[in-house]
């Protein structure tokens, strides 16, 4: 497996990007692309569910939880009143893989694909963002000097993915110069 490359999906609420996730990721699976995925909520959130016994051991105050099965694990890391950890500490705990796909952290330094959907009634990100290195869109930018693909064209999209997403190492020390 070579390094793993990354690419963000970036968008306004509402532009469909976790929609376009879910059409995307089978067709790079089906391309034989490992994927991951990372992606920012806003928004308190819990992947666990009250009564479960990981829940309780959280409730309890254990700082982390590790949950495991035959088919899969996940790890809960409360931070507490530590800062929210940086899109550069949660990609070096991925897994190996050959792309991640990340959802939100519009605002990072990592190259871009702008989610814009007409009805959303948003302006477009991508002439403020040098960040965004193409579009997916049901609006057609012909100013814009960026590839632009049609929201419908999976396929496309997937091809600008690939096209598109840069090294994993470029990213982190792009990312740490920011952070620094």
């Known amino acids: 497996m070579s390094a793993p490359r990354i690419i963000g999906l970036a968008g306004w609420s509402g532009a469909g990007k976790t929609t376009l996730l879910t059409r995307l990721i089978p067709v790079l699976v089906a391309r034989g692309v490992r994927v991951a995925t990372l992606k920012h909520a806003h928004h308190a959130f819990d992947v666990d569910q009250p009564g479960k016994d990981s829940h309780r051991h959280r409730q309890a105050g254990a700082s982390e939880v590790i949950v495991s099965s035959a088919r899969r694990w996940?790890?809960?890391?409360?931070?507490g009143d530590a800062a929210e950890a940086t899109l550069a500490d949660l990609l070096r705990r991925l897994s190996p893989c050959d792309l991640v796909l990340v959802e939100g952290f519009k605002r990072e330094a990592h190259d871009k694909i702008e989610i814009h959907r007409a009805a959303n009634g948003r302006?477009?990100?991508?002439?403020?963002?040098?960040?965004?290195?193409?579009?997916?869109?049901?609006?057609?930018f012909p100013e814009a000097a960026l590839p632009v693909v049609a929201l419908?064209?999976?396929a496309g999209i997937a091809d600008l993915v690939l096209a598109r997403a840069a090294p994993l190492a470029a990213i982190l020390g792009r990312l740490e110069l920011r952070d620094a």
């Open 74 to 79: 996940v790890q809960i890391h409360e931070t």
């Open 123 to 140: 302006p477009p990100l991508h002439p403020g963002d040098p960040r965004i290195v193409g579009i997916a869109s049901d609006t057609a």
């Open 152 to 154: 419908d064209d999976i």
